[in-house]
């Protein structure tokens, strides 16, 4: 698909550079520079997202925001790995506010349910909030599945904070208690269900031309998730005997 004009492909957000001030008052270069690394980031958040990260170079990039200088990226942002970090951090923030706000909400709730959704709907609602057409689940999509980065930039942030600590203790309890490897099977499954879901959801109404029901999605992945929380674990039937004439 051919890149459309960066002025037409991100329409005012809460993303988009600040558009209170005065048209008659002069941008300082300070305001430029701010400006000029933000249009970087959403362009280059579009762009992973759609073709994948090592898909895009940096010149595509700068070509891509409308900039004439090849070293903008490097000198607006850093490196490559710099970019990807970036555009997730500035996703994380807003996402572990409302996680924030969940956890402690559900503090003292005994329903596994409960527990889910206070790490699953922060998500979905910041998707919701990012307004049509929006990139960051297809890019978070294909942050995940690259081999080129491992589990501490794909979950940059999250284990650390004490809040999700908090949470992911709660969700957890809910779950039978399990060996390792079925454990990490069930945990990966999760994430893997919450991504590519969502990234799909954010694909088909990019196609459509239409805002996400991420309503919906949250409440059905919340309610997938608990499934896979709760769910008995079964023991292995046991492998059937050879008759031996």
């Not at 898909?55 to 970019?83: C, F, I, P, W």
């Not at 099977?185 to 590519?196: E, S, W």
Request: proline letters at 9%; a neutral charge.
């Amino acid at each position: 698909m051919p890149d459309a004009e960066p002025d037409k492909m991100f329409p005012m957000s809460s993303t988009s550079p600040d558009s209170s001030s005065s048209p008659d008052r002069p941008v300082s270069r300070k305001e430029q520079r701010e400006a000029t690394r933000r249009l970087l980031l959403r362009t280059a958040e579009r762009l992973f997202a759609e073709r994948g990260l090592s898909q895009v170079s940096m010149r595509q990039l700068v070509e891509a925001a409308g900039q004439g200088n090849n070293s903008a990226v490097k000198y607006h942002v850093g490196t490559r790995d710099d970019l990807i970090r970036e555009i997730i951090r500035t996703h994380i923030e807003p996402i572990l506010r409302r996680t924030e706000e969940r956890v402690t909400q559900v503090r003292d709730s005994d329903d596994p349910r409960d527990h889910v959704a206070s790490l699953v709907l922060p998500y979905t609602e910041h998707l919701a909030g990012l307004g049509a057409p929006s990139w960051f689940a297809r890019f978070n999509a294909q942050v995940a599945v690259d081999p080129a980065f491992g589990e501490e930039l794909r979950s940059l942030g999250f284990p650390r904070i004490p809040i999700y600590q908090e949470g992911a203790a709660a969700f957890w309890r809910g779950s039978p208690d399990l060996p390792p490897a079925e454990f990490a099977l069930r945990r990966q499954a999760m994430r893997t269900v919450v991504i590519h879901t969502c990234a799909d959801h954010e694909r088909l109404a990019a196609t459509a031309g239409e805002p996400g029901d991420w309503d919906m999605v949250g409440e059905a992945l919340t309610d997938a998730i608990t499934g896979l929380l709760v769910a008995p674990r079964r023991p292995p039937k046991p492998a059937p005997r050879k008759h031996h004439r």
